[in-house]
């Protein structure tokens, strides 16, 4: 089954919380509902990706500035 874009009404059932979980949602970042606030799809592969190079680059940060 080939992914899509869901909308916001769709996804919302998806949202427990702040985590949001949606294998076949091919969106990276999802909008909150009622607040100015983005959340990752965890259940896209790239937002791992993302945030797997995030956290490189504070160690990498963190290491030039400790030594």
Known sequence: MAKRKYSQEEGDPAMSGRIYINREDAR???R???LYAWTMNLG???SWVIMGLELLVVLL???IFLN
């Open 28 to 30: 990276i970042f999802v």
């Open 32 to 34: 909150k509902r009622g």
């Open 44 to 46: 896209n592969p790239w």
């Open 61 to 63: 940060i963190t290491g």
